[in-house]
Nanobody, 130 residues
Framework: QLRLVESGGGLVQPGGSLRLSCAASGVTSDYYAIGWFRQAPGKVREGVSCINEIDGTTNYADSVKGRFTISRDSAKNTVYLQMDSLKPEDTAYYYC???????????????????????WGKGTLVTVSS
């Protein structure tokens, strides 16, 4: 079992920054990709970014490229999402997710950000508003 706990959400003005954290516990060596997705009220779930644990590559949704950066601290079993130049349309619940089964297409590109993700955290709310 893998447990994911997000933190770092809050209210920020447009143009501001936030850093989200996702602490992983349990069988932490047993995932092949980890990342973030978001869901705004009334909208479909959207993959934001992920790290491919097989080759270390990172991928991003086109909507956040150049503004968001995903990283991890392996010693702390924590994944981060640095969000800069935030826009009102970034407002959403942000969830950490991980793939515990090997799927070749998991986190292989911006169109596969959610492929294989079968563990999720409870989310943290990000509100971008003036």
């Amino acid at each position: 079992q893998l447990r994911l706990v997000e933190s770092g959400g809050g209210l920020v003005q447009p143009g501001g920054s936030l850093r989200l954290s996702c602490a992983a516990s349990g069988v932490t060596s047993d995932y092949y990709a980890i990342g973030w997705f978001r869901q705004a009220p009334g909208k479909v779930r959207e993959g934001v970014s992920c790290i491919n644990e097989i080759d270390g590559t990172t991928n991003y949704a086109d909507s956040v490229k150049g503004r968001f950066t995903i990283s991890r601290d392996s010693a702390k079993n924590t994944v981060y999402l640095q969000m800069d130049s935030l826009k009102p349309e970034d407002t959403a619940y942000y969830y950490c997710a991980a793939a515990s089964n090997y799927i070749p297409t998991a986190c292989s590109g911006s169109d596969n950000l959610l492929v294989g993700m079968n563990y999720w955290g409870k989310g943290t709310l990000v509100t971008v508003s003036s």
